[in-house]
């Protein structure tokens, strides 16, 4: 048996087909054949004072959980997927019955008559245009299963798993090659996993796994230089693939179905520095028919289904981000004839971001991380924004660097999209700093341009998603709001740290050495008062420690590199869901109204580690 590594809060067991959110022994999230479905059911362990220990099978992305009655240890679940299909197990070995609370919002139908004795069954049926997030809704009827083996009971809502060996099964009906086919291949897939042999399916499981794993490009040495370095790793791959869909797209946790775009890059610069190219090319291949299939690229956009969820201003910042994934595949893996496939998608992004410049600036995303979490005023989504400026012009300079070497674009063309990010960096410094003081935005973009009288996004009042009409005093709010609050335009500059330090991580950094090390120092004096116990009031984001080391691999010598392994250390102690990361945190504790076990920010962190480690070694 593989090792067990304890892990604690939520996990994920996937296969990019069916996926389950796990805490302790309840089943959280359920969900199948595709990964922009929302959770089918839940399962909550009703039978009193009985303590659940998450462990994850080392060399996969299986778990198994011990039960633990006043110190006795009663029982185990065995969480695992099959390789193939989009079906979840769950199998249980008890010592005495456990009984779970069965919770759906779906019309559910029993269907043990069909199942002779085989089975207790029940079928749910999600119909077309349920939502997922927001107004993003589903475009098909789905069909999926749920398979007790003989000896579960179900009364009143309550699954009872008797003593002894029991399992259930949750089968998904994928749409087939017509996208109509939901309800035959669930009812044909569950007669197959009736009849299969679950023991040689956990093989087959730990195999693939161990097989992915063993492929990673990771210099193990480095590793060692960190408590359970190898352990760390393998942590966040699985995080990061389980949440990956067979299309290419990545969930943004456990409460977002949707592929986000910039979460999407911190996911794929993590496939980069494990050395997982096929995941990396599958991401950028996903993005690019999005494009192909919408003519525009939504905040976030459906896997196996084409919902889409927008925000504010969605042709920048992410569209900075889906430019540099596209380069930096192609030159990592050698394959340009991947981005010369994709120039069109490459020649959107490039132009999207420019239509928005006003005086070398770019402005802000609604569903920008600093926004959405509160950091920075929402009243400021249109001033001049220093990290979505500064990818535009990573971005377009990097690409028409390509673009000449292999002759992409017609030589003309180069010099006119050159030109246009020289400009931009031109005023880079006047537009963000001042006294060698560095800010995220800058409010005279507002005083030169004109912002849209309606536009999709949040309201500034009540915080709801939907259309927004533009105040009198320059803000935006929702119909029910308008001419009952007020909804100010934001004329502050800020200064964010992770904001800053995402532009050394996306390689898109534009200033002087002189100002990145006086900024590092200023982060640093922050980060140490929070580490060391002292009261920060403020949500500091989940990767903000990654950013910092990779920063200060960047920027700092590598014989005074051992100075900050308090960072490092810091870093460390922050895992905490599935033994990675999550969303927010809050006085050096996550934010437990934040998204946990998230991709983003865990491969982040994972990257800045590695930085740490090579430069330091």
């Known amino acids: 048996m593989n090792k067990l590594i304890p892990t604690e809060g939520v996990f994920f067991v996937g296969n990019g087909s069916v996926a389950m959110a796990g805490n302790g022994a309840d089943i959280v999230q359920l969900f199948a054949p595709c990964y922009s479905l929302p959770s089918v059911m839940t399962l909550s362990m009703v039978t009193p004072m009985i303590q659940a220990q998450n462990n994850r099978i080392s060399g996969s992305a299986g778990y198994i959980t011990r039960l633990i009655d006043n110190g006795t240890t009663i029982g185990e679940i065995t969480d695992y997927t099959h390789p193939s299909y989009p079906v979840f197990i769950r199998r249980f070995k008890l010592s005495r019955p456990i009984t779970f609370a069965l919770t759906s919002s779906f019309y559910s139908m029993n269907t043990d008559a069909i199942y002779e004795g085989k089975a207790i069954s029940r079928l749910y049926e999600l119909p077309g245009g349920t939502g997922v997030f927001a107004k993003a809704k589903t475009d098909k009827e789905t069909f999926c299963q749920l398979l007790l083996s003989p000896g579960c009971e179900v009364v009143d809502g309550n699954v009872t798993f008797p003593a002894g060996d029991s399992h259930l099964m949750f089968v998904g009906g994928s749409y087939g090659k017509l996208g109509i086919d939901s309800f035959p291949n669930c009812m044909e897939?569950?007669?197959?996993?009736?009849?299969?042999?679950?023991?040689?399916?956990?093989?087959?499981?730990?195999?693939?796994?161990?097989?992915?794993?063993?492929?990673?490009?990771?210099?193990?040495?480095?590793?060692?230089?960190?408590?359970?370095?190898?352990?760390?790793?393998?942590?966040?791959?699985?995080?990061?693939?389980?949440q990956t869909s067979v299309e290419g797209g990545t969930i943004a946790g456990a409460f977002y179905h949707l592929a986000y775009g910039r979460d999407m890059y911190g996911v794929f610069r993590g496939y980069l520095a494990l050395g997982l190219y096929d995941y990396a090319r599958n991401m950028v291949a996903y993005m690019a028919d999005v494009y192909r299939a919408k003519g525009f690229m939504p905040n976030?956009?459906?896997?196996?289904?084409?919902?889409?969820?927008?925000?504010?201003?969605?042709?920048?910042?992410?569209?900075?981000?889906?430019?540099?994934?596209?380069?930096?595949?192609?030159?990592?893996?050698?394959?340009?004839?991947?981005?010369?496939?994709?120039?069109?998608?490459?020649?959107?992004?490039?132009?999207?971001?420019?239509?928005?410049?006003?005086?070398?600036?770019?402005?802000?995303?609604?569903?920008?991380?600093?926004?959405?979490?509160?950091?920075?005023?929402?009243?400021?989504?249109?001033?001049?924004?220093?990290?979505?400026?500064?990818?535009?012009?990573?971005?377009?300079?990097?690409?028409?660097?390509?673009?000449?070497?292999?002759?992409?674009?017609?030589?003309?063309?180069?010099?006119?999209?050159?030109?246009?990010?020289?400009?931009?960096?031109?005023?880079?410094?006047?537009?963000?700093?001042?006294?060698?003081?560095?800010?995220?935005?800058?409010?005279?973009?507002?005083?030169?341009?004109?912002?849209?009288?309606?536009?999709?996004?949040?309201?500034?009042?009540?915080?709801?998603?939907?259309?927004?009409?533009?105040?009198?005093?320059?803000?935006?709010?929702?119909?029910?709001?308008?001419?009952?609050?007020?909804?100010?335009?934001?004329?502050?500059?800020?200064?964010?740290?992770?904001?800053?330090?995402?532009?050394?991580?996306?390689?898109?950094?534009?200033?002087?050495?002189?100002?990145?090390?006086?900024?590092?120092?200023?982060?640093?004096?922050?980060?140490?008062?929070?580490?060391?116990?002292?009261?920060?009031?403020?949500?500091?984001?989940?990767?903000?420690?990654?950013?910092?080391?990779?920063?200060?691999?960047?920027?700092?010598?590598?014989?005074?590199?051992?100075?900050?392994?308090?960072?490092?250390?810091?870093?460390?102690?922050?895992?905490?869901?599935?033994?990675?990361?999550?969303?927010?945190?809050?006085?050096?504790?996550?934010?437990?109204?934040?998204?946990?076990?998230?991709?983003?920010?865990?491969?982040?962190?994972l990257c800045g580690i590695l930085e740490y480690l090579n430069s330091i070694n």
């Open 189 to 242: 897939l569950s007669k197959k996993m009736l009849e299969a042999d679950l023991d040689e399916i956990m093989n087959d499981f730990i195999a693939h796994w161990q097989s992915i794993f063993t492929r990673m490009n990771v210099n193990r040495k480095l590793l060692a230089n960190i408590p359970d370095g190898e352990e760390l790793m393998e942590a966040v791959a699985a995080a990061l693939i389980t």
């Open 300 to 605: 976030a956009s459906g896997m196996g289904m084409p919902c889409s969820h927008r925000h504010e201003n969605d042709n920048v910042e992410q569209t900075g981000y889906y430019l540099l994934e596209l380069l930096e595949y192609a030159e990592a893996a050698n394959d340009i004839d991947f981005l010369r496939e994709r120039m069109d998608y490459a020649q959107f992004l490039l132009n999207a971001q420019e239509k928005q410049l006003v005086r070398g600036m770019i402005p802000f995303n609604g569903d920008e991380t600093y926004i959405a979490g509160g950091i920075f005023p929402r009243g400021g989504i249109d001033h001049g924004s220093m990290e979505a400026t500064a990818l535009f012009i990573g971005s377009a300079s990097r690409l028409m660097n390509v673009c000449e070497k292999y002759e992409l674009m017609p030589k003309e063309e180069i010099e006119k999209h050159r030109a246009v990010a020289l400009s931009a960096k031109a005023t880079f410094a006047e537009n963000f700093t001042d006294d060698n003081q560095l800010y995220i935005n800058n409010p005279n973009r507002i005083a030169i341009t004109d912002t849209p009288d309606y536009r999709h996004g949040v309201c500034h009042n009540c915080r709801h998603i939907t259309y927004l009409l533009r105040a009198p005093e320059g803000g935006y709010l929702c119909p029910a709001c308008y001419g009952k609050a007020a909804a100010p335009v934001d004329l502050n500059r800020y200064s964010v740290d992770c904001a800053i330090w995402m532009s050394v991580f996306a390689n898109c950094w534009l200033l002087s050495d002189e100002i990145v090390r006086n900024a590092l120092t200023r982060t640093v004096q922050q980060v140490r008062s929070s580490c060391y116990g002292q009261t920060n009031p403020n949500n500091m984001v989940g990767y903000e420690y990654g950013v910092i080391l990779y920063a200060l691999s960047r920027f700092t010598a590598p014989d005074t590199l051992a100075d900050y392994r308090d960072i490092l250390d810091a870093l460390l102690e922050d895992r905490v869901t599935g033994a990675v990361w999550t969303e927010y945190y809050q006085n050096g504790k996550p934010n437990m109204h934040s998204c946990p076990y998230r991709p983003w920010e865990s491969a982040i962190n």
